[in-house]
């Protein structure tokens, strides 16, 4: 920022309020009493939201080239731990296991029940594994597959896989790091849809949430082979290839498949969001499954455009700040009057073009 427009954040108006203040705005670490200041200085003056828009622009660009070379680093990491994973493979399964059953007596509780295994006819014990509205989570599956559970998601595991093939069942939205073991394939059955994710060895994304029309699935590396039913009951498969993302329509049973940028369709695994002139439909589909939020568009217009931004660890306040600025899309936030810790009850944000709010 240059001397001159700090200086102008410095005497802003009928407040004063400084540069890093502002850092820490958009960098969604502000305090209540600096998210305050910042509200009434941009309130002083129409012409500090273009302050704001400015120095944002130059935050985010230096918070991402930082995330995007953390990122390498944990891609190596990653590879390096696999490669480790595939030599030590049974110690491994043994000390998981062994693990597993310790969970399963300490936390009796969280044990589903009996259920049976598709592939053998023997019961067995499931784990559900819930996410609250707006919290994120990591677990280790007893086979040594690592998955990413987003807000307001579900995932039920046995506590042993028993049989030919590993199956876990998923309402949400999960990131799968997958244990390669070619003799049992690794699948994803979308809860109370006729669809399922088959995989070996891979990395995946796959976005089922409980009253979505559609069904997304995106692929980092190896390979995913998608099974659905059309609404006539005929059954079908599509095989996906690195960096492929496939959307599946519930309703026609059509599938859409494009390629994409996959670490930005991930990016929320690391607390972020990034969209590259991404449709305004699809921002909204995810902001709303990250911050746990409806959507309501009264213009039909705004489904027409499309955002470009990263957002890192931002309240939803400061992301509908940003809209305005550079859409022009104004928003009315009607709070959840009930307890919506499981996703039951939504903040609505109805967003229209217009006046500011």
């Known amino acids: 920022m240059s001397k001159e427009k700090e200086n102008i954040v410095r005497e802003g108006a009928s407040d004063n309020i400084s540069a890093a203040v502002i850092g820490r705005y958009c960098l969604g670490k502000a305090s209540k009493r600096d998210f305050k200041k ?46 480790i994973r595939n030599k030590t493979r049974i110690v491994v399964i043994k000390r998981v296991l062994a693990a597993a059953a310790c969970i399963a007596i300490l936390l009796g509780g969280l044990v589903t029940g009996k259920m049976m295994m598709k592939s053998k006819e023997i019961p067995v014990n499931y784990v559900t594994i819930t996410t609250n509205a707006g919290m994120r989570t990591t677990l280790l599956l007893p086979d040594s597959t690592e998955v990413t559970l987003n807000s307001s998601s579900k995932l039920i595991y046995p506590v042993i896989f028993a049989g030919d093939e590993r199956r876990v069942v998923l309402e949400g939205e999960g990131y799968f790091d997958v244990f390669r ?72 049973g ?39 939020v409806a959507f309501e568009v009264k213009d039909s217009e705004i489904d027409g455009y499309s ?19 550079s859409s022009k899309i104004r928003s009315q936030v009607i709070k959840a009057d009930k307890d919506d810790s499981f996703g039951i009850f939504k903040t609505k944000v109805i967003l229209s073009l217009g006046k500011k709010r």
């Open 38 to 83: 910042v509200k009434r200085w941009l309130a002083a003056d129409a012409g500090n939201e273009e302050i704001l828009l400015q120095t944002g622009r130059i935050i985010i660009a230096a918070e991402h080239i930082k995330w995007r070379r953390k990122w390498d680093a944990e891609a190596a990491y990653r590879e390096t731990v696999s490669k």
């Open 307 to 325: 955002f470009t931004g990263t957002l890192i660890d931002r309240q939803l306040e400061q992301v509908l700040d940003y809209m305005a600025i």
């Open 254 to 292: 059509d599938v859409v498949v494009n390629r994409v940028n996959a670490l930005n369709e991930t990016s929320w695994t690391y607390g972020r969001l990034i969209f590259n002139n991404t449709p305004m439909s699809e921002v909204l589909n995810r902001l709303s499954h990250y911050y746990n």
């Open 181 to 252: 073991d070619p003799e049992r394939p690794f699948r994803v059955e979308a809860e109370g849809r006729a669809f399922e994710v088959e995989a070996l060895g891979t990395t995946f994304n796959l976005q089922s949430y409980k009253n979505d029309l559609q069904l997304r699935t995106t692929l980092l590396s190896g390979s995913v082979r998608l099974h659905f039913t059309m609404p006539s009951g005929e059954k079908k498969r599509l095989t996906l290839t690195p960096s492929e993302k496939a959307i599946y329509d519930i309703a026609t």
